[in-house]
């Protein structure tokens, strides 16, 4: 099992010392070969999250944390004990911090084109409409934020 800690790069936005470490503690199930993936950990890391990644596959990760497999993606992560599922926008992560609601966390089922990772010129910049959705501890969902097809 390959295990990869990272910080947030201080070269990556302009304002990025004042990100580097605001969110610490945030732990990444992924393959190790999955590209998007990596993507959407740049994504969190540009915008403030020092995660660690486990390179052994999220399945194990995702029943072990309670996220209901029929919302189930390519990677899983565990912020400030949110449950993560999927290629959620890191504001979408940030807005559930700072709210605290009480629930499992946030998931983007599948991989929509456009969402962090699947996003960009590997994807023509194209962007299909999704959801991030609330998942509460029964699985049961409310739509915590909506992303139009643009």
Not at 71 to 87: D, K, N, P, R
Not at 108 to 126: E, K, L
Request: hydrophobic share 35%.
């Amino acid at each position: 099992m390959a295990v990869h800690k990272s910080r947030s790069c201080e070269f990556c936005l302009p304002d990025a010392r004042s990100l580097r470490g605001r969110y610490e503690g945030s732990q990444v199930w992924k393959d190790p070969n999955c590209g998007c993936c990596k993507d959407w950990i740049a994504h969190l890391e540009k915008n403030g999250f020092a995660t660690t990644v486990i390179d052994q596959g999220n399945n194990a990760a995702r029943a072990r944390l309670g996220m209901p497999q029929k919302f189930g993606s390519c990677h899983t992560a565990l912020i400030q004990g949110y449950v993560i599922e999927g290629h959620v926008p890191a504001a979408d992560i940030q807005r559930l911090l700072k709210e605290k609601p009480k629930a499992l966390g946030l998931a983007v089922p599948g991989m929509p084109i456009g969402s962090p990772g699947m996003d960009g010129p590997a994807y023509d910049n194209r962007r299909d409409a999704y959801q991030v959705l609330l998942i509460q501890r029964d699985g049961s969902t409310t739509v915590f934020n909506t992303y139009p097809r643009g």
